[in-house]
């Protein structure tokens, strides 16, 4: 049972390029979500998702697009990278009134 | 969104109790209390959780104040592995297709020291 894995672990961008960054899951979760965590603060909600072919919007969506077409996957692609999407992201599944987040994946866009 | 206020750090000796302080005066009726830490480049990782009775599990405990403005995360004995950003965060709730579901909303956390 690996629970929530992300890839990849590190990735450096140049601005302007694109990139999907994985969220794999093995236990059946419904709920799944991303999230961004700057230096020194609390993460924010990006995009979510409640069920295959359901999404919807968090706090900060601009620049980012999600897709859910199997309850196991759950992929964040960013259509230009820019400077200010540098960031740790991670994602969550939810179920029983717990999160469980992944290990994250460290990006750079220079 | 309703907002929880934490101190910025705390610090505790090994072996020794913990309360961490959360308020939440704006808590609605429906508000789950969830408690979340993150160690050192890791993902947050599950504490506890509770809506109007304390809980206790294997990690911790939360006491909720009667009035749910506020409560309280107790780490019984601390150890230098309970080092960590120490998150309390409401847990709203949004409904699709008749299922409710849960976003968290992050604050800036505790950061608790721990020493030996």
């Known amino acids: 049972n690996a629970g929530v894995t992300q890839t990849p672990k590190f990735q450096v961008l140049k601005t302007g390029q694109s990139m999907t960054l994985q969220c794999a899951q093995d236990?059946?979760?419904?709920?799944m979500s991303w999230y961004r965590q700057d230096p020194g603060m609390g993460l924010r909600l990006i995009h979510y998702?409640?069920?295959?072919?359901?999404?919807d919007q968090g706090e900060v969506p601009n620049g980012y697009n999600v897709s859910r077409s199997t309850t196991e996957d759950f992929p964040l692609r960013l259509l230009s990278a820019a400077p200010s999407q540098t960031s740790v992201y991670f994602c969550?599944?939810?179920?029983?009134?717990?999160?469980?987040f992944g290990s994250g994946t460290r990006l750079t866009v220079v | 969104d309703a907002k929880t206020t934490q101190p910025n750090s705390m610090e505790s000796n090994e072996e020794e109790p913990v309360h961490l302080p959360c308020n939440h005066s704006?808590?609605?009726?429906?508000?789950?209390i969830h408690w979340y830490r993150q160690l050192p480049s890791q993902g947050p990782e599950y504490v506890i959780h509770?809506?109007?009775s304390n809980v206790n599990n294997r990690m911790a405990s939360l006491a909720i104040a009667e009035d749910r403005k506020s409560s309280t995360l107790i780490l019984h004995r601390a150890t230098l592995r309970d080092a960590a950003v120490y998150y309390c965060?409401?847990?709203?709730?949004?409904?699709?297709?008749?299922?409710?579901?849960?976003?968290?909303?992050f604050g800036q956390g505790t950061i608790l020291t721990v020493h030996p």
């Open positions: 998702s409640v069920g295959a072919g359901i999404t």
């Open positions: 704006t808590i609605s009726g429906t508000d789950y």
């Open positions: 509770g809506l109007t």
């Open positions: 236990m059946n979760h419904e709920y």
């Open positions: 965060i409401l847990r709203g709730r949004l409904n699709a297709g008749g299922t409710s579901y849960g976003k968290l909303t």
């Open positions: 969550a599944t939810f179920d029983r009134g717990g999160y469980t």
